[in-house]
């Protein structure tokens, strides 16, 4: 990266990603024990995105970044910064972050993962505008991406009627123009590590068959706790970054929280003695996306006409740790331009390297496996965009 002067930071990019294939309540009827109207009534969910098995964390993420990058009017070399949130990595090692840069065709940029569950992408966003702001980057992309449907439990209702699937990013540039950011808060409280955890898989308790048969390497999460949690803590970040901004809620003309339960964005638009009509809602369509939350939401609203260019807006997401990020912000950049940026990318387009010599598993859950059979709406042909051989990392001379 190369060093410049500290400017001010601007959103000048923005995309997402989301598999085609849809898993709605009525699929998971026929899994667990539950129903359309009890899954709506306790969520707002109705439908979730899942991976193909062609697709991963990092396909995912790529194709959201490229666009996000398209719709910034810059090319893959101009980032210099590539942060990606997710709880849902590719590998332990490398970086999925590593992958994307290579998926994208960027030869110059760091690239590193962030891990702050729901609330990573805020906390890369955070960490992002700092580089700008240091001086340290010009152009960076912050990605949140997940593949959650693969860590889930089939047989409990309260967790696998959640998760979904898909990538968000945007792009942050360095600006002679004043900063259109103008709040941020970040905040941590451990007394909640254990209400949402996977409890195996890492130095404390590492893979094994006793780990893999008591189905330890899947969600698990105290939800009447987390409820609390996020209810309470979703309006307090936001209120804070609001603060810091110099504003009053009523000035904020859209609120794009985590998608995690409509009860919840309920509670936090009362909280704050606001309109639903100010807060931005998918997750009827997405589910829970973790870490891709918020930058999807973020995405589709502009691109759905629901932000303009002068707009105060305030993202704000909770997660597990527990932790809460929340900015408020002016949006700056043409509304327009990310429907050209989604049209720019298509997903068949961006591979991920695999390894050599190395064959995974079969990673649909076998659960998914009837609904991902099924064929994509228009009936698609996938055959294409499986990704090929891999190239060895070392070519001979």
């Known amino acids: 990266m190369n060093g410049t002067a500290p400017r001010a930071v601007r959103l000048t990019g923005w995309g997402r990603y ?82 994307v840069k290579e998926a994208i065709g960027n030869t110059r940029a760091a690239a590193f993962d962030i891990a702050a569950a729901c609330s990573g992408f805020v906390y890369g966003y955070a ?32 967790t696998c009627i959640l998760f979904g699937d898909g990538a968000g990013a945007v792009v942050l540039s360095a600006s002679d123009e004043e900063t259109s950011t103008v709040g941020i808060e970040l905040t941590t409280e451990p007394q909640g590590a254990y209400m949402i955890w996977l409890p195996a898989g890492g130095s404390k308790s590492p893979p094994s068959a006793e780990t893999i048969a008591r189905g330890e390497h899947k969600i698990r999460m105290e939800g009447r706790e987390t409820y609390r949690f996020a209810t309470r803590t979703l309006a307090s970040t936001a209120l804070a970054a609001v603060a810091k901004a110099g504003w009053q809620p009523e000035d904020v003309d859209l609120f794009v929280p ?98 050599v010599d190395w064959d995974s598993v079969d990673p649909i859950p076998p659960a998914l496996a009837e609904v991902l059979a099924r064929p994509l709406p228009g009936h698609l042909d996938l055959s294409d965009v499986v990704p090929g051989e891999p190239e060895h990392v070392h070519r001979p001379r």
């Open 258 to 355: 985590h998608q995690a339960n409509i009860r919840i964005i309920e509670a936090v638009a009362k909280g704050l003695d606001l309109p639903m009509s100010k807060m931005f809602v998918n997750l009827d369509r997405y589910g829970n996306t973790s870490a891709a939350s918020v930058p999807i939401a973020l995405a589709e609203a502009v691109n759905e006409g629901r932000v303009a260019i002068g707009d105060k807006l305030v993202f704000v997401a909770f997660g597990a740790g527990f932790t809460s990020g929340a900015v408020a912000m002016e949006w700056t950049a043409d509304p327009e331009l990310g429907r050209m940026g989604d049209a720019a990318v298509r997903p068949e387009d961006v591979t991920v390297r695999l390894p």
């Open 127 to 158: 960490t992002a505008s700092a580089y700008i702001a240091a001086g340290m980057a010009r152009h960076a992309v912050v990605i949140g991406a997940e593949l959650l449907t693969r860590f889930l439990d089939y047989s409990d209702r309260s």
């Open 18 to 99: 989301a598999p085609a294939q849809v898993l709605t309540n009525a699929d998971l009827e026929r899994m667990v024990d539950t129903s359309d109207e009890w899954i709506v009534s306790r969520t707002g969910i109705r439908e979730r995105r899942v991976a193909g098995a062609h697709e991963t964390t990092a396909s995912m993420a790529a194709v959201a970044a490229l666009r996000a990058i398209r719709t910034a009017g810059l090319e893959a070399d101009d980032i210099d910064l590539i942060i990606l949130a997710t709880l849902t990595p590719d590998y332990w090692m490398p970086s999925t972050a590593a992958l």
